[in-house]
């Protein structure tokens, strides 16, 4: 089963104040993007729905564009890394567009958000 980001922050906010307790604390690292080529091996469905190829088309375009924008597996590393030995913080986005996201939710109302989000896939 697959969670949101509200819904990881939810889980690890709640499994950080109940290990508290044992000296243990809980950081989440949310790197979006990664400069990789995973996706070359995705699985890919067997059957398109017509109506739906424009769409997609534009955001796998999207996705391409970010990922060759994103930080590299070592930026990503680095942050986990950080995460794990440095001084305590609740979340961690390593440099780019996922912590400008990660800042904008904490404060902005959704609707804004994902309009922005919409533009950024091409689909506004």
Same mark, same amino acid.
């Given at each position: 089963m &697959?969670?949101? =980001?509200?819904?990881? =922050?939810?889980? &690890?906010?709640?499994?950080?104040?109940? %290990?508290?307790? +044992? &000296?243990?604390? %809980? #950081? !989440? %690292?949310?790197? #979006? +993007?990664?400069?990789?080529? !995973?996706?070359?091996?995705?699985?890919?469905? %067997?059957?398109?729905i017509s109506d739906y190829e424009k769409e997609l088309g534009i955001v796998s375009q999207a996705i391409q564009n970010n990922i060759q924008k994103a930080p590299s597996p070592e930026g990503v590393a680095e942050t986990v890394v950080d995460a794990a030995l440095g001084t305590w913080k609740m979340r961690r986005t390593p440099k780019g567009a996922a912590s400008l996201l990660a800042w904008l939710r904490s404060f902005m109302p959704a609707g804004p958000v994902e309009k922005g989000l919409r533009k950024t896939f091409g689909l506004a």
């Open positions: &697959g969670l949101n =980001t509200p819904a990881y =922050t939810l889980i &690890g906010g709640t499994l950080d104040h109940e %290990v508290r307790q +044992f &000296g243990i604390r %809980v #950081s !989440l %690292v949310e790197p #979006s +993007f990664t400069k990789t080529n !995973l996706d070359l091996n995705a699985p890919r469905t %067997v059957a398109r």
